[in-house]
């Protein structure tokens, strides 16, 4: 600065990092989960992302936070274990840095039911009765069972085992 000049001071932003936001629900799905949150504070900046961490051991140990990839409510995991139980906590990320954790919720994921097993097949007088144990559930109860008896074509409801397969020519 030259002699009578004044040096006048350029206001500057500061921001702070955002406040945890409020886990309001986890969704089941299938493979994944859908978290729904509010949002907290911002610290003064945009929120330029959420990231999220896991637990399957009620919290005992937590994976790495990850990024989910959005900034809004909700944010979806997936690439999940089926019929898993997971533990979820959120927080948000600005300029500043990341924010502070949420509280944390649970729910377990979901997928195809496994197969059930044939235990034993009786044949009978233009009949045959068919015996399995149950499917593994993956986290979404079973709600029947089918069977085919054309190569998968064309399938029909079992009912509980054992349940007769009827109306079949004797051989």
Known sequence: LGTGAVATAAPVTTWAVPDAPSLTSVTSGDSQLSVEFFPGATGGATITDYK??????????????TSAGSTTSPISISGLLDGTTYLVKVRAVNTAGDGAESNSLSAATWGI???????????????LTVTYSAATANGS???????????????????????????????
Do not use: H, R
Not at 113 to 127: D, E, H, L, R
């Open 52 to 65: 999220y961490a896991l637990s399957t051991n009620g919290g005992g140990t937590w994976s790495s936070y």
């Open 113 to 127: 039911p496994g197969a059930p097993s044939i235990t034993s097949v009786v044949a009978g007088k233009q009949k």
């Open 141 to 171: 109860p079973v709600t029947g069972y089918e069977y085919s008896i054309d190569g998968g074509s064309t399938w029909t409801s079992a009912g509980a085992s054992p349940f007769d397969i009827t109306g079949l020519a004797n051989a």
